[in-house]
């Protein structure tokens, strides 16, 4: 079965702090995103990355940055953490391209800034 | 990509098929169909996707007009495990490798004993 791991599942970081949020996939899927969920808005995207030391950016991107150095890591990086950035984190990966586009989601990084 | 209408919640009685509706009128020819649900605290999970024909796999069936303008994901015999917020989205895929799912507000379906 294809598996991706968020390190954390549960964070509490104070405002201005810089945040790592770490992903893994085990599949060697080209494809990795972030996105971040909140109640009444569903799933946004935040940035995307398609090959290793490549990335994209999603409909949400400011105050956020990412790291993929190796293919099976996507490493979402908040420079300096804001109330507003409180959310559910989820990280995916899919694929490469003619493979349906079927997304495997991790369980999610649940992250209180205060 | 095509947007969709799912109605925000439904209730539906274990045992009893679910049968979720979607409305994707604006869809594109080369567009898909795809289904992922939510159960409380964990991450999205696929479910099941398909362009023009009616497909069926170990967890769903999806049902597509022939004017491709809705569809309807079907559980066959709900159960409580199946209460999730399902999502309907559409997308063209076997796109660039970059080419990500947007996510909707979903439908909230509650099995009930």
């Known amino acids: 079965d294809v598996k991706v791991t968020q390190s954390s599942r549960y964070l509490v970081k104070r405002t201005g702090e810089k945040v790592f949020l770490e992903c893994v996939q085990d599949?060697?899927?080209?494809?990795m995103f972030w996105y971040r969920q909140d109640p009444g808005l569903g799933l946004r995207l935040i940035y995307f990355s398609y090959d290793v030391k490549m990335k994209e950016k999603g409909d949400i991107p400011e105050g956020y940055s990412v790291s993929r150095e190796k293919k099976e890591r996507f490493s979402l990086i908040l420079e300096s953490a804001s109330t507003n950035q409180t959310s559910m984190y989820l990280c995916?990966?899919?694929?490469?391209?003619?493979?349906?586009?079927?997304?495997?989601f991790g369980e999610g990084s649940r992250l209180t800034v205060l | 990509d095509a947007k969709t209408t799912q109605p925000p919640s439904m209730d539906c009685a274990e045992g009893r098929a679910a049968n979720l509706p979607c409305n994707h009128s604006?869809?594109?020819?080369?567009?898909?169909v795809y289904w992922y649900r939510q159960i409380h605290s964990q991450g999205p999970q696929y479910i099941i996707h398909g362009l023009k024909n009616n497909e069926t796999n170990e967890m769903a069936s999806l049902i597509i007009t022939e004017d491709r303008k809705s569809s309807t994901l079907i559980l066959p015999h709900a159960t409580l495990r199946d209460t999730a917020v399902y999502y309907c989205i559409v997308r063209v895929a076997e796109l660039n490798s970059g080419y990500a799912l947007n996510f909707g507000k979903g439908t909230s379906l509650l099995v009930t004993p």
């Open positions: 599949m060697d899927h080209e494809n």
């Open positions: 604006t869809i594109s020819g080369n567009e898909y």
């Open positions: 995916a990966s899919s694929p490469g391209q003619g493979m349906g586009g079927e997304l495997f």
